[in-house]
């Protein structure tokens, strides 16, 4: 968890966060841990990595599963 002094503010546009809220894997997932992903991926893709493509894989099979999840609850 951030601590409350190294938390700062930033302006997105609303098809920026509209687009980062879509890769949340699960409602509570913040911003910062969004973007922290986003971050890691560029890394590994600079370096020419095929575990960039792996982890993207990995997060939309957790995404998918924790839509089912949440459907399952509201059934």
């Not at 509209?18 to 922290?36: A, C, P």
């Not at 600079?46 to 894989?57: D, Q, V, Y």
């Amino acid at each position: 968890m951030v601590k409350p002094s190294n938390i700062t503010t930033i302006k997105l546009d609303k098809e920026t966060k509209s687009r980062l809220d879509k890769l949340k894997i699960h409602e509570k997932e913040s911003y910062d841990e969004i973007l922290q992903k986003i971050l890691y991926i560029l890394n590994l893709c600079k370096s020419g990595s095929n575990e960039a493509k792996a982890r993207l894989i990995a997060i939309d099979k957790a995404k998918a599963l924790n839509q089912i999840k949440k459907q399952l609850k509201s059934s």
